[in-house]
């Protein structure tokens, strides 16, 4: 899925005042004539990100936030479908279009917003040259980022894929020198399962809520220059033009923005994709 790169029209809060957002969920405006958007997260960083908008930067912009905080990657889409949110923000391109294809949803995106750079973890190696031969690995059984998962380990050596049309799969690991036991989990459980496992490659957002920090703890850390995989506003194909929205994404990628995802995660756990 791919979408040419907008230049969004600067809205004025006058204008926005006047407009609802054309979503569903509780879309509309407040008594101070706000027009709120609600907008599905995930808790870290996304929820964060949308607070500190709706802190410093919505009420200036016409915007009264509503954030509804999803723990898990099936139900934000899900709600969105369905008309309870009017956005969601926790997903990347490859695991929208996984979704798309797998479900039939008729959603878009606008650009990228930040970058979770994703990371092998381990409770008891000091690093990646303590990975034992025939050790055990977690890795996400999210077609979406499984792929991801797989490229950071071919990435380091530890073993090497087929050439695939699409993202590889487990299927796809070619060589496997280290006799690695690649292990499918719910990226949700990833962290959990790292007392049974050797290493497991967790989400960005999921390490970051359980206390890891990607650029301090992971023992092998994915790059952010060039990473395709930044998380972006996604929402109904038919709202991508409502003006609340497109208001919405411009805060998003304001340098005030920047400047929080930069000073809230000084180590590079978080980075800006704008």
């Known amino acids: 899925m791919k979408r040419t790169v907008r230049t969004a029209a600067v809205l004025s809060a006058a204008a926005l005042v006047m407009t609802g957002c054309a979503g569903g969920g509780d879309g509309g405006a407040t008594a101070d004539g706000l027009t709120t958007v609600v907008v599905g997260a995930s808790p870290v960083p996304h929820a964060e990100i949308l607070q500190f908008v709706q802190d410093e930067l919505a009420a200036d912009a016409g915007l009264d936030l509503q954030i509804e905080e999803f723990t898990d990657y099936v139900l934000p ?143 092998l850390l994915e790059a952010g220059e060039g990473n395709p995989y930044a998380n972006f506003l996604v929402t109904r194909t038919e709202d991508l033009d409502d003006p609340a929205l497109v208001r919405l994404d411009e805060l998003l990628h304001s340098d005030e923005v920047r400047a929080f995802i930069e000073e809230r995660w000084p180590d590079g756990e978080i980075l800006p994709a704008f």
């Open 77 to 219: 889409n899900t709600a969105l479908a369905e008309g309870e949110i009017d956005a969601n923000f926790f997903q990347h391109l490859p695991y929208l279009a996984s979704q798309i294809e797998e479900n039939g949803f008729d959603f878009d995106h606008f650009e990228g917003v930040h970058i979770e750079p994703y990371g092998l973890y381990a409770d008891s190696l000091d690093s990646l040259a303590d990975l034992p031969a025939d050790g055990t690995v977690a890795i996400t059984n999210d077609p979406g980022n499984q792929g991801r998962a797989l490229d950071l380990l071919a990435d380091a050596g530890l073993i090497t894929l087929a050439e695939t049309d699409g993202d590889p799969t487990l299927l796809d690991v070619e060589d496997d020198p280290k006799g690695l036991q690649l292990v499918e989990t719910a990226p949700e459980q990833l962290v959990v399962s790292l007392p049974d496992v050797d290493a497991a490659v967790i989400n960005g957002n999921y390490a970051l809520e359980a206390g890891l920090n990607p650029a301090t703890d992971a023992i």
